[in-house]
């Protein structure tokens, strides 16, 4: 009964070198931040993703671009997807450009899809945000929870220097608050790794997305008359 009490997760804590306690706090926030940003990118990317339905859904079927761009310049700027912003920036720098006299129409093209490239970027790092703080979640915080083990190890070690006769009761609790560091870094790194490698993936078919429906929308703007 003893040993279960000292072996239990929260005397195992307490009982840990001041530095391994650092290392453990510092895990603790990071996989905290960590899934506070897996939970935003999850519903952002899951808006962004119905955004783009819907309004692929309503250029297709509208035929009038005039109407289609009153509507989406109605709209508030926080309800719009990226798939409409890249749509009202491209038809707008096409409509200014028609109007001004002397330009033929691969410049009016050009201008435009430089316009709708240059919105592309813009929702592409919107999108990608906080990414690159998982990546980096899922590739460091294993590292750091080894670090404070072998720091937890090597001072179990030091302390059997000051014991007569070492046994297992006097190495086990020494060595398990050392792993116990070790398992909050992996604690950390999994959900990190996971959520990237799938919002990664989600983004990606995202910009391809993007990217076909820029060019399509350029075929649109190249029949207009």
Not at 206 to 214: G, I, K, M, Q
């Amino acid at each position: 009964m003893e040993v279960t009490q000292d072996l239990s997760f929260i005397h195992l804590i307490s009982n840990a070198s001041v530095l391994v306690q650092l290392v453990m706090g510092l895990l603790l926030l990071v996989s905290l931040m960590s899934w506070w940003y897996i939970f935003l990118k999850l519903f952002a990317i899951r808006a962004e993703a119905r955004l783009t339905e819907e309004f692929e859904e309503a250029f297709w079927r509208n035929s009038n671009l005039n109407d289609l761009y009153k509507h989406s310049s109605g709209t508030p700027q926080a309800e719009q997807g990226a798939l409409e912003r890249i749509f009202c920036a491209g038809f707008v720098e096409f409509v200014k450009l028609k109007k001004q006299h002397g330009v033929d129409s691969t410049a009016v093209m050009e201008g435009t899809r430089r316009a709708m490239r240059a919105t592309y970027q813009r929702e592409m790092d919107r999108l990608e945000s906080h990414l690159a703080f998982l990546a980096s979640v899922g590739s460091v915080s294993p590292y750091v929870g080894l670090f404070g083990t072998v720091w937890g190890i090597m001072n179990a070690f030091r302390g059997l220097a000051n014991v007569g006769q070492a046994t297992l009761a006097h190495v086990a609790p020494g060595i398990a608050e050392a792993l116990v560091a070790t398992a909050m870094g992996l604690f950390a790194a999994i959900p990190a790794v996971v959520a990237y490698n799938r919002y990664a993936h989600d983004i990606n078919r995202l910009a391809t997305r993007f990217e076909s429906f820029s060019e399509e929308f350029s075929n649109v703007l190249q029949r207009q008359p």
